[in-house]
């Protein structure tokens, strides 16, 4: 049923409308699944073209089983599965069906910055079509990209309302014998604001919703035959929430992080997405029937956990400026629940020979010394008037400015502190690049990522090579509210 943009408010303004969900995921412990996972709508290419229309709008969506007012693509909440080979043409017919202006971007995905490809500059105004048309790169080893609003003033009320999808890229990751006798499964995590009024969250700490969701479902359930292999795709898909992610009684294996594969599988007991990221885990199934929990551990953003009541996660600087007291108690407390929630249940059901985990997947290239360092500071502060402003390097985002210009067939260093209070995850459009170090410590195995966390206090070196694709893009905080609040800069390549 598609609703214009006015029913959509009054229907999320009013207790009838939005509260149609009954149940509040909110430190669920129910371990009984609900239902089967179930996937986005898939979209491939055929004969060297993903052709598809897509249409942003107002709908009602069923998200927890229950018909919820979101913004859609194509009716659906998660937007439909895309899935194209290195060397394919994309080309997406776009209808903006909202009320407010929207654009696409194609997060991790390595494409132009400029014209119908990834411009994130570009606006399509309510009620306007517009194209989009760009090819995967050749060298594409196969991964998980993510598509979503990106128009600076929409991003994150767009992303919060549903917007965005799952950009699958069939590589040769996808060609391991091992990996493709794995049962795969696309995990999208996402939170929605449903029962409360106000987000959980402010604006300053990154907005959460109440209801935690795994393709739109409280606790589905998803197997494989004991014995098998399991391949979880995952992307947070969230506006702020982090999640920390364990399965019971089992080790992951990381097989890719953001949109690329690493060399060799590594054992993990958990791993940490933060807001852009993504992940591939391999899971060795047991031999014996059983179902287990993935759990979405507690987790502290920072030193908000203070505003909260809670304890302090570091123990550095003084109260800065969020400081006891300016908040209310239990403003800030996010995902700060003492106890797991339940995320989706893993079931084994049959058997088939035990499947073995790959010992090597796909080279990640070494980098050449850079020819550039540069440092970025991520920090806020207050401008009367105004409230809280997040900042890089003492500036707020202005489109108009150029914050950094780098040559094309160079590499860069780049270290990236965050002298706040609070967590950003750091994410560069276009290029993708390899943490080096963290804190000086050089980092354990090398892997291409295009958004990284950095903790408060923490410095990450990157490196970045800039070879192709001239024009003008962003990097900025993924926590969206924060990218909204000026967290985000300028980056001109040039040839
Ligand atoms: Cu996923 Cu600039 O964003
Ligand atoms: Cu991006
Ligand atoms: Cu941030």
């Known amino acids: 049923q598609s609703l214009n943009r006015r029913q959509f408010l009054v229907l999320s303004a009013s207790s009838a409308g939005a509260v149609l969900l009954s149940q509040c995921s909110r430190g669920q412990t129910q371990t009984v699944p609900k239902a089967p996972l179930s996937l986005p709508k898939l ?27 979101l913004l859609s693509y194509n009716g659906q909440v998660p937007g439909p599965r895309l899935e194209a080979k290195p060397g394919d043409i994309v080309r997406i017919r776009f209808k903006n069906n909202l009320s407010d202006p929207t654009n696409i971007h194609y997060h991790g995905l390595h494409i132009p910055p400029t014209g119908n490809a990834d411009d994130v500059f570009r606006r399509i105004d309510s009620g ?207 995902n700060d629940q003492d106890s797991p929630q339940t995320l989706a249940t893993l079931a084994y059901t049959g058997q088939v020979e035990p499947q073995s985990i790959p010992q090597q997947l796909i080279e990640v290239e070494t980098l050449p010394e850079p020819q550039t360092v540069r440092q970025f500071e991520l920090d806020h502060g207050m401008v009367p008037g ?50 080096i170090a963290r804190n000086g410590q050089p980092v354990p195995y090398q892997a291409w990522k295009d958004t990284v966390l950095i903790p408060t206090g923490e410095t990450v070196r990157i490196r970045i090579p800039f070879r192709d694709f001239p024009g003008k893009t962003v990097y900025h905080c993924h926590i969206l509210d924060h990218e909204e609040l000026g967290m985000m800069g300028t980056i001109e390549m040039k040839a």
Request: charged letters at 20%; glycine letters at 12%; a negative charge.
């Open 43 to 69: 979209y491939t290419s055929k004969d060297g073209l993903l052709d598809l229309e897509l249409e942003a709008s107002y709908r009602q969506v069923n998200l927890d089983g229950k018909p919820t007012n």
């Open 128 to 334: 306007e079509s517009a194209l989009y048309e760009f090819s995967i790169p050749q060298q594409h080893p196969g991964g998980i990209a993510y598509y979503h609003p990106h128009l600076h003033g929409y991003v994150a009320d767009q992303i919060l309302g549903g917007l965005g999808g799952m950009f699958i890229v069939r590589g040769a990751l996808d060609e391991i014998p091992e990996i493709q006798a794995a049962e795969q499964t696309f995990l999208f995590l996402k939170d929605f604001v449903v029962e409360q009024r106000q987000p959980m969250m402010g604006r300053m700490a990154g907005r959460e919703g109440d209801l935690v969701t795994v393709n739109g479902q409280v606790n589905p359930s998803f197997s494989i035959p004991a014995g098998g292999l399991a391949r979880l795709r995952l992307v947070n898909a969230s506006n702020a929430r982090f999640y920390r992610l364990a399965l019971e009684k089992h080790p992951l294996y990381l097989i890719a992080t953001d949109g690329h594969p690493l060399s060799t599988p590594v054992e993990i007991q958990e791993l940490l997405l933060s807001p852009g990221e993504r992940a591939e885990v391999l899971v060795q199934g047991d031999q014996e029937a059983g179902q287990y929990r993935l759990l979405n551990l507690p987790y502290s953003r920072g030193q908000m956990g203070m505003m909260g009541g809670g304890m302090m996660r570091r123990d550095r600087g003084g109260p800065g400026m969020m400081g006891r007291g300016r908040m209310g108690p239990g403003m800030m407390e996010g």
């Open 386 to 435: 105004q409230g809280m402003v997040f900042l890089i390097n003492g500036k707020s985002f202005d489109h108009q400015r150029i914050d950094t210009q780098v040559s094309l067939d160079t590499v860069e260093d780049w270290e990236v502190s965050n002298t706040g209070v609070m967590d950003h995850p750091f994410h560069l459009h276009t290029n993708p690049f390899q943490v």
